[in-house]
Structures are given as C-alpha cells and as structure tokens.
C-alpha cells in the first residue's frame, strides 16, 4: 500500500512568515542602535532549519510528477535557499559578525524570484484569485531579497532604508501567511 500523500505547503508558508518576520524584526533592532542582537541567533536556526528540510524536500522528492513539478521549483527551491540563508545568517549573529554577506545570496535569490513572479504569469502557472496573491507574494519576496544588500549601509545612518526593507519583508510575511490560512482551511474542508 503506498503512503498517503502529504502536502506540508501550507507549513511552509507560515515558516516563510516566521523566517521574513524574523528577520524584519532584526532589521528594526538594528536600526535602533541595539548592539546585542544574539537572541536572534536560535530562532533564525531553528526556523531556518525547518526552511531547509522542507524547500530540500519539496525540490528533491516531491511527488508532482510531469508538468506539475514545476511547482516543485516554483517553492521547493526559493524555500531550500531561505533556509541556507537563515541558518548561515544565524550563525554569524551568534558569533558577533555581521550577517551582511548573507543578503549578497539573498541578492541572486532575489533574481531568481522575479523570474518566477514572470513565469506565474506567462506559463499560466496560478488563475484568477489566485493569481492575486502569488504575484503579491512573490513581487514582494523577490523585492525583499533583490533589496537585501541594504543591510550593508550603516543603520545608524540609513535607518529608513533598513525600516524599507523590514516593510517589505512585513508584507512578504503578510501575503505567506494569507496564503497559507486559505490553503490549510481548503485542506481542512476537502482532505487531498
């Protein structure tokens, strides 16, 4: 009997939440002249392990088969980078560096999105509603990470672009969550 498949997208989407909201709330400690910022450290790698295993997952042994496995790249691989972004962002701040290297990655990853957010549209990927809040989402995850090399400015002198980009990752965080609620409430009324 084979096993039951799982669809754990709608987690993912809250982890994608807690991995942007994390980090905008970095962005808003160190534009305020906070010095100390290592509690950080463990909730950027546990979320960013979490982010990790399942982006691994989805890319490398999700079971859409054929043209569905697109939708294998579409998140599975944005979501396999964010984790390699947050855990090596993680241990930087719990070593005293600057993570600043790590927006670089978030950088390309942020060119990838915007190539996503293009082929959503242009192969037809999402309809209608839908639509709406997949471009939303990855318009604004593409311009959160395309955005991320801001953290190498001073934010003692650049606090409003780091207050920027904490806002973009908000509403990243915002259309993530959304996503997810509908879909875990589309899950729970008709099981796949």
Do not use: Q
């Amino acid at each position: 009997m084979p096993a039951p498949f799982v669809d754990p997208l709608c987690i993912m989407l809250v982890a994608v939440a807690a991995s942007t909201s994390l980090v905008a709330l970095y962005l808003i400690n160190a534009a305020k002249g906070r010095k100390d910022l290592s509690s950080f450290a463990l909730p950027g790698a546990v979320i960013g392990a979490f982010d990790f295993i399942s982006g691994f997952f989805m890319s490398f042994v999700w079971p859409f088969p054929g043209p569905l496995s697109a939708y294998n790249m579409l998140f599975g691989d944005p979501m396999l980078f964010l984790g390699i972004i947050m855990l090596a962002g993680s241990l930087m701040v719990y070593k005293n560096m600057k993570p600043n290297i790590v927006s670089l990655f978030g950088f390309f990853i942020g060119i990838y999105l915007f190539v996503e957010t293009y082929g959503i549209v242009s192969l037809g990927l999402e309809k209608g509603s839908d639509l709406y809040m997949a471009l939303g989402f990855y318009l604004f995850a593409a311009l959160s990470s395309i955005f991320s090399p801001i953290v190498y400015l001073d934010p003692k002198k650049n606090r409003g672009a780091y207050y920027f980009l904490a806002a973009l990752l908000i509403i990243t965080a915002f259309f993530s969550i959304a996503i997810g609620s509908i879909g875990i409430y589309g899950h729970l009324a008709s099981p796949p």
